[in-house]
């Protein structure tokens, strides 16, 4: 059972107008794209992305049961300012990332985004991508795997675990996340492993590699913030600190003032920013979403507003 995040902090986040146009950029099982949904009136309309086409026809059927205002795209959201141009739309007046593996990714077996299920290491959100994580586990070298084990999953062991991964598959390849989950274990002190599953970090950091996600994500938000109409506003939640420093720094970059004027009293019009945070400090879940769903701890909302 899936549960969305943040649910209405980010949904009352984008301040929604009834004849509005909203993008979902991460549909997932519906949560977000059904709120939205119920508070845009028949004027009001709602494109949701998701790459995954099991998603796509659960949420579709959750979505008619609302409402027909609403069109699913199966795309990347990277791609999602000429998916909406395609549909002769070039403004909309607010946008969601909720950018969370789903629940139902993490508990088929067979996607293979888990440590905890025996499967095949695959880990694609898009089922048609060429990459998967078999390919990285097993054809990257010593060095690659150490680059994304720190970069991506910051984990501290990278070097021991990468070294590890690169002697086993001379054996034989390692074909599942259990056989791989097994290695990282071996390869890490037994005080780590006994503190949290030694594999979640470079489980983590196989998972952005294979999809693409930060670079991605960088170019979505960017696009979104040209998107928006003036009093328009995008959420994003976050679940790492790779995501959230990301958010963070695009977010500050177009809301600064320029240094130019910056000390002046009376700041010329022109040399205003664009957009403003609605949130100074960053949305985090309250103890009973925590105690109710456990994977929201460590998720961060973020909102911004296009001013001018």
């Not at 299920?117 to 990285?136: F, P, T, W």
């Amino acid at each position: 059972m899936h549960i969305s995040v943040l649910l209405n902090e980010s949904i009352d986040g984008l301040n929604i107008k009834e004849d509005g146009i909203y993008v979902d950029c991460t549909l997932g099982r519906g949560g977000h794209s059904s709120e939205i949904l119920k508070r845009i009136k028949r004027g009001g309309y709602l494109f949701a992305f998701d790459q995954d086409k099991d998603a796509i026809n659960t949420s579709k059927k959750r979505l008619e049961e609302i409402g027909n205002n609403f069109t699913i795209i199966n795309s990347n959201f990277v791609n999602i300012k000429k998916e909406l141009k395609d549909k002769s739309i070039s403004k909309v007046d607010g946008i969601l990332f909720d950018l969370g593996v789903s629940s139902p990714q993490l508990d088929e077996d067979e996607r293979g985004f888990s440590y905890h299920h025996d499967a095949y290491l695959d880990m694609r959100m898009n089922q048609e991508n060429k990459l998967s994580a078999h390919d990285v586990v097993n054809n990257y070298s010593e060095s690659e795997l150490v680059k994304i084990f720190f970069e991506y999953g910051e984990e501290k062991y990278a070097r021991s675990i990468a070294k590890a991964i690169v002697s086993s598959r001379k054996t034989k390849p390692i074909d599942t996340t259990l056989e791989l989950a097994e290695v990282i274990k071996s390869s890490v002190p037994e005080r780590v492993r006994r503190e949290k599953h030694p594999a979640r970090k470079v489980f983590q950091a196989i998972r952005i590699e294979v999809n693409d996600e930060l670079n991605v994500l960088e170019q979505a938000l960017i696009d979104s913030l040209d998107l928006l109409n003036v009093g328009g506003r995008i959420s994003v939640i976050t679940f790492h600190s790779l995501e959230d420093r990301i958010v963070k720094n695009i977010f500050r970059k177009v809301t600064e003032i320029d240094p130019k004027v910056k000390g002046l009293p009376d700041i010329p019009e022109e040399y205003r920013p664009s957009f403003r945070l609605v949130n100074k400090n960053v949305i985090t879940p309250t103890e009973e979403e925590i105690t109710a769903n456990p994977r929201a701890r460590s998720s961060k909302l973020r909102i911004i507003e296009r001013v001018k």
